[in-house]
């Protein structure tokens, strides 16, 4: 703004146009950093946060068998695969796959099938654990909510669910024992 | 408000509290000679109705929170303990219970009243808004609500409507972790979902002020749709009305106090008396009945939005759009909508309309899946997916309330009651067994034909207020009306 300008008085309305919105401004930035750790304080907490990470000793599961672990919360499917599965899950065209995803992308070590037991669909924990569990049509894990099929590697093949259970992160600690998260 | 002329009172006390502070004036203004029309019907108690019903989930909530704890580890248990231990405790939570589902039935009747009078139209538009608004708050109460007592719907009911929340892309994830506050279902979600729960009947009563409000200015609407015109038409409230309200009201009150009483689990579901295990799902996930239709609306949506989807939907909507702008001054772009928007050219309309549906039907088959997973038709880019089914799912079911919101601008057809409108009323009815069609299809697991009856009651629903609104507010006649509200109770007595 000229010093010239600034003298006019018909110059106000745009002094005034300044203080109203640099004062908006400032109230705005004030309203939010106030919302801020009230919005935050929703999120999840410390020791919510803690419990992020668990430890599997994997030695007591036989091959075929499989175990169920909480990891956040969440049930965790462990399973040994038979010689059958890893080579029923390897056999499938990657390209024929909703979500495409190898099933050597999906493992560490073959035998071994790591993957949170969350239907993705809508959250539902899909049947295939148990021995008398129906295992769906490929000889995987089956969603009784809305009828999701997931395979031997535990992608999604037919049904409502858009994408393959998530393989969480996790390494192994030793031969026979694995820290997820 | 009352801040115009007061009213006199005999009672001293009542005369001296009014002069200061004129709330006797604003209810003897608003209650007592407050004109209503003359010819009510039965169908105008359920306001009345509700309102009593939000009292009772209040007053009932209130002591029930007074024995209740918001703990995973403890809620299951204070529930059981106050069925089993508390005083009176079984009938306050079976009150609480069943009141939540007389209170949906009593607000859906209200809705539909609303909807076969055309109460939504000028001047009672915000008046309707509010009433979806109070709707939409009470669905959401009654959601947190059913997860307090932490049986097994209520988690397993929990985790899939949050779930609706990862289906917005790339940022849902976040937002689902956000609002549950931790990685599932837990304490923390518990906890919030208390504290909202105590605090939205609150809004819900505000809400409702704002609605009775705006009723007062506009006054009720009433069967034949048409505004009082003389003295003639219109009745104090008090004593017609407080009377008919009351003898409504004690009728209804007899079916929600022997369905209480008398078989207090009927509306619920059995799996919600086993405590909630984040382990193991249900066999068969159900919501409460009064979300039956709209998860029916969600499970619709089994396709994502491909390219042939999104061409059917255009496509379809173009030709919609010289009915939409039947009644503006917007002069539609397209070729077969003449100038004084006489014309209406039904064959260039139905060939648009039907190319559209069938690419629509083509990006569908695309999706369909065959029983051994594969798909019943392979067209160039038939997979390549925007929107997923669940996102599509999703948009649909919140889709189908927006409507209601926009109901008012849909149905601009200058006449209100559907008395007069032989076309709209079937239209209406036959939305009515839709909507109940598609409660009975929420019911039952998502296979077999379950599956395309949801799809076509979806249809319908969806088609309702998009398409058949729209052709009605351009070509339906409607009967004659009566001259005035008086005259037509008369012609209706002389009838008999
Ligand atoms: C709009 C009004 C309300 C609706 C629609 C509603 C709905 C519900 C529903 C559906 C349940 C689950 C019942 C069950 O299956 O056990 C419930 C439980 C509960 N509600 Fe409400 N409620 C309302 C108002 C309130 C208020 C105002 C309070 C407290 C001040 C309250 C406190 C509770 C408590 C403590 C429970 C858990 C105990 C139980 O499950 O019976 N409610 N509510
Ligand atoms: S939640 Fe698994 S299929 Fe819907």
């Known amino acids: 703004m000229s010093a010239k300008a600034a003298k006019t008085h018909d110059d106000g309305g745009t002094r005034r146009d300044f203080l109203y919105l640099s004062a908006g401004a400032f109230g705005a930035v004030g309203v939010g950093s106030f919302a801020w750790p009230f919005l935050q304080s929703l999120a999840p907490a410390a020791d919510t946060r803690a419990l992020a990470t668990v430890e599997v ?6 091959v075929g068998q499989a175990i169920t672990v909480v990891w956040q919360g969440k049930p965790v499917f462990i399973r040994h695969r038979t010689e059958k599965e890893i080579e029923g899950a390897r056999k499938t065209d990657v390209a024929t796959l909703r979500d495409k995803e190898s099933d050597e992308d999906r493992v560490i070590k073959p035998e071994w099938l790591v993957m949170v037991g969350i239907c993705t669909h809508l959250g539902c924990v899909p049947l295939g654990q148990k021995k008398s569990d129906p295992k769906g049509d490929f000889h995987g894990w089956f969603c009784p909510c809305h009828g999701s099929h997931y ?7 037919k049904g409502p669910a858009p994408k393959n259970l998530t393989v969480p992160t996790y390494s192994f600690i030793t031969d026979t024992s694995i820290r997820i998260g | 408000m009352a801040s115009g002329k007061r009213a006199e009172f005999d009672n001293k006390v009542v005369g001296w509290i009014d002069e200061r502070l004129p709330v006797f004036t604003l209810m003897q203004k608003e209650y007592g000679v407050f004109p209503t029309p003359r010819n009510f019907n039965y169908f105008w108690n359920f306001g009345a109705i509700a309102m009593t019903m939000l009292i009772l989930m209040i007053v009932t909530g209130i002591v029930l929170a007074m024995h209740y704890t918001p703990h ?3 809620a299951f248990n204070s529930v059981e303990r106050i069925m089993r231990d508390v005083n009176w405790g079984w009938m306050i939570r079976y009150m609480h219970m069943n009141g939540a589902s007389f209170f949906f039935i009593a607000v859906y009747i209200h809705i539909c009243r609303g909807m076969y009078y055309g109460s939504y139209k000028k001047p009672r538009e915000l008046l309707w808004i509010l009433g979806v608004l109070i709707f939409l708050l009470m669905m959401a109460t009654a959601f947190m609500g059913y997860v307090l007592p932490w049986g097994q719907m209520s988690y397993w009911g929990a985790t899939v409507i949050t779930g609706f929340f990862s289906a917005i892309p790339v940022i849902g994830e976040d937002i689902q972790t956000w609002l549950l506050g931790g990685f ?3 304490n923390a979600t518990l906890n919030r979902f208390f504290s909202l729960h105590y605090l939205l009947p609150f809004l819900i009563v505000g809400v409702v002020f704002l609605h009775i409000w705006a009723l007062h200015v506009s006054g009720s609407n009433n069967p034949t749709g048409i505004e009082p015109q003389s003295n003639k038409d219109p009745l104090p409230f008090h004593p017609f009305y407080t009377t008919k309200d009351t003898f409504g009201l004690l009728v209804f009150l007899l079916f929600y106090v022997a369905i209480t009483f008398w078989a207090p689990n009927v509306l619920g579901h059995p799996d919600n008396y086993i405590e909630a295990n984040p382990m193991v799902t249900p066999a068969h996930i159900v919501p409460e009945w009064y979300f039956l239709p709209f998860y029916a609306i ?8 491909n390219i042939y989807v999104a061409a059917g939907i255009g496509l379809m909507a173009l030709a919609m759009l010289p009915v939409y702008c039947a009644q503006t001054a917007f002069k539609v772009p397209v070729i077969y909508n003449d100038k004084d928007k006489k014309n209406f050219n039904w064959n260039k309309f139905f060939v648009l309309f039907g190319l559209g549906g069938a690419i629509f039907m083509l990006g569908f088959l695309c999706q369909y899946e065959l029983a051994d997973g594969s798909k019943a038709l392979a067209l160039p880019f038939g997979q390549l997916i925007f929107a997923t089914a669940k996102l599509g799912g999703v948009l649909a079911m919140f889709g189908s309330i927006a409507l209601l919101f926009v109901l008012p601008w849909l149905d601009t057809h200058p006449v209100k009651s ?15 067994v839709d909507f109940i069609v598609l409660g009975l299809v929420g019911m039952k697991p998502a296979a077999g034909l379950w599956i395309p009856l949801g799809q076509i009651a979806t249809a319908y629903y969806m088609s309702f207020f998009l398409i058949i609104l729209p052709f009605l507010n351009k ?9 005035s ?3 037509a109770v008369l012609a209706k007595k002389k009838a008999k």
């Open chain 1, 151 to 157: 395979d031997e590697s535990g992608r999604i093949r």
């Open chain 2, 72 to 74: 995973t580890g403890e």
């Open chain 2, 475 to 483: 070509f339906e006649k409607a009967l004659p009306v009566p001259k």
């Open chain 2, 485 to 487: 509200i008086n005259e």
């Open chain 2, 418 to 432: 559907a008395n007069f409108r032989p076309m709209f009323k079937i239209a209406l009815l036959v939305l009515l």
């Open chain 2, 298 to 305: 969600l499970r619709a949506v089994t396709f994502g939005v």
């Open chain 1, 57 to 62: 000793d994997l030695s007591p599961i036989e």
């Open chain 2, 184 to 186: 599932t279902v837990d």
